[in-house]
Antibody, heavy 120, light 113 residues
Framework: QVQLVESGGGVVQPGRSLRLSCAASGFTFSSYAIQWVRQAPGKGLEWVAVISYDGANKYYADSVKGRFTISRDNFKNTLSLQMNSLRAEDTAVYYC?????????????WGQGTLVTVSS | DIVMTQSPDSLAVSLGERATINCKSSQSVLYNSNNKNYLAWYQQKPGQPPKLLIYWASTRESGVPDRFSGIGSGTDFTLTISSLQAEDVAVYYCQQYYNSPLTFGGGTKVEIK
């Protein structure tokens, strides 16, 4: 079955960096776009970034543009989110989710999420 | 950016009764070349990730009970739970995937009256 497992979350000081990973299994990873979505404690869902199936196209929310970088390794079936210059408002559970073959698609499988806490 | 506005923020419905959630987009998410609305609905229960319910505004995801239905086109959409069950208590989100940035509605919390 489709499985997405996030890792790399933790507590980090403002201004520092953190790298999240998402390990995929149970499907042909290289055929699907993958996104990151975050959810601040007690809040709604906020889309963060998406990467196309081949890594050629990447889009970001304005709130993270220039600070976060999404990437993928289709040989290792992994997705990454490099987060730099972290701010308190980046505190959230970060989910990776599978899309379709294109960037503009619904997301049919989600990981359980990893919590990032930005605090001094 | 396309802004997704959901209403109401919350609603309480008796078991077996109908629940209706609205979602309005700030611009049309209907792609004329294929006549499809780029709109999805998700359900999120406490402590769990979101679960896809509906895509293309009205196509039910495999395994989703038929009491869930979606309707609408252009800028106005509705998710209906025809007969609320206890396990349907959750927050429901709409999302447009028409263009970037992909955006979610603020969510609607459904509870039992």
């Amino acid at each position: 079955q489709v499985q997405l497992v996030e890792s790399g979350g933790g507590v980090v000081q403002p201004g520092r960096s953190l790298r999240l990973s998402c390990a995929a299994s149970g499907f042909t990873f290289s055929s699907y776009a993958i996104q990151w979505v975050r959810q601040a404690p007690g809040k709604g869902l906020e889309w963060v970034a998406v990467i196309s199936y081949d890594g050629a196209n990447k889009y970001y929310a304005d709130s993270v543009k220039g600070r976060f970088t999404i990437s993928r390794d289709n040989f290792k079936n992994t997705l990454s989110l490099q987060m730099n210059s972290l701010r308190a408002e980046d505190t959230a559970v970060y989910y990776c989710a599978r899309g379709g073959s294109g960037i503009y698609s619904w997301f049919d499988s989600w990981g359980q999420g990893t919590l990032v806490t930005v605090s001094s | 950016d396309i802004v997704m506005t959901q209403s109401p923020d919350s609603l309480a419905v008796s078991l077996g009764e109908r629940a209706t959630i609205n979602c309005k987009s700030s611009q049309s998410v209907l792609y004329n070349s294929n006549n499809k609305n780029y709109l999805a609905w998700y359900q999120q229960k406490p402590g769990q990730p979101p679960k896809l319910l509906i895509y293309w505004a009205s196509t039910r995801e495999s395994g989703v009970p038929d009491r869930f239905s979606g309707i609408g086109s252009g800028t106005d959409f509705t998710l209906t739970i025809s007969s609320l069950q206890a396990e349907d208590v959750a927050v429901y989100y709409c999302q447009q995937y028409y263009n970037s940035p992909l955006t979610f509605g603020g969510g609607t919390k459904v509870e039992i009256k």
